[in-house]
């Protein structure tokens, strides 16, 4: 399980398209860049998130909810979506048993870009797009330098079925990038997400587990 201390990890990167984020503990930034989450405050009172939307699969009247927190550069997410979500998804998403939401979780710059990746197709394809960004995880974060990984993301998204400049709009977009962020870090407190993956089956939290113990927990709380 993938473990970071979410209020003061370290966002050091250098953006695309000329935009940046990084941690402001020993650094100097402009202003008006993104503080990392050891600023969460003053970034969530400057960043307007309510552009942001969950994306959902099910049934979304279900009144059993499960939320993922996963990030898209965790070996454990990966592993989770290659099998047990696959189970989840024929026995309780496909059959319209449950809401489930999947929120991204943010531990270094490549994992943001892959986001901007997957939401670039909107709810429709989000999904789609995800499984692919995960199915090539080991490819793509170990592609090389920051360059060498955009383009392996570039040809996720043209396996997609985006075109170039879709796909450069989306990679280059600096404002989604921050509203990410700060969506990011007001979801994984409100929520105390610590690990990756967790899952918040109906308002309780859950590290990462067999896909048995979640079947069992779901089931129970549809015969409640």
């Known amino acids: 399980m993938q473990r970071r201390n979410f209020l003061y990890a370290a966002f050091a990167a250098v953006g695309l398209g000329g935009w940046y984020m990084t941690s402001q ?17 003053t970034t969530d009172a400057d960043v307007d998130t309510s552009s942001i939307v969950d994306m ?11 939320i993922e927190y ?3 550069t965790c070996p454990h997410c990966a ?24 929120r991204e979780v943010y531990f270094d710059r490549f994992g943001l870009w892959a986001s901007l990746l997957a939401r670039c197709g909107g709810q429709e394809k989000f ?33 997609a079925g985006m075109d170039n400049d879709a796909l450069e709009a989306c990679l280059q977009d600096g404002d989604m990038a921050k509203t990410l962020v700060a969506w990011y870090q007001e979801n994984a407190e409100a929520d105390e997400i610590d690990s990756t993956p967790s899952f918040i089956i109906n308002g309780k939290k859950y590290a990462n587990m067999r896909y048995d113990e979640m079947k069992e927990i779901i089931e129970t709380a549809i015969g409640s």
Request: positive net charge.
């Open 56 to 66: 959902i699969a099910g049934n979304p009247d279900a009144k059993i909810e499960v």
């Open 25 to 41: 503990r020993g650094a100097t930034l402009p202003e008006d860049l993104l503080a990392g989450p050891a600023n969460a405050q």
């Open 127 to 159: 999904f789609g797009i995800a499984d692919l960004i995960y199915v090539g995880q080991s490819q793509w974060t170990r592609a090389g330098d920051p360059a060498a990984i955009v383009e392996e993301l570039r040809k996720i998204g043209r396996l």
């Open 79 to 102: 592993a989770f979506h290659a099998g047990p979500f696959k189970k989840l998804k024929a026995d309780f998403i496909d059959t319209g048993k449950i809401k489930f939401i999947y």
């Open 70 to 72: 996963a990030s898209f």
